[in-house]
């Protein structure tokens, strides 16, 4: 596979977006694997701090809503 920016060999995929990526261009950004809420009602999440991130694709900080998956 080739990096998505420069074309030489891609050494990982964009976790949010699956892009190749080379070691040159790899970013970083924090993921949530899981959320859950305790048992006092708190909600918390366990996150990977760095993950994969290709710099290109813009993952939403919000839930989008999707129609019509009925």
Known sequence: MECWHC???AHATCRFCGRAVCKAHVQK?????H???TTTDEYKAIVVADAVYC???DPKKDPVLLQNME
Do not use: D, L, N
């Open 7 to 9: 074309e030489r060999t």
């Open 29 to 33: 950004m924090p993921f949530i694997i």
């Open 35 to 37: 959320t859950y809420r």
């Open 55 to 57: 710099g290109e694709c």
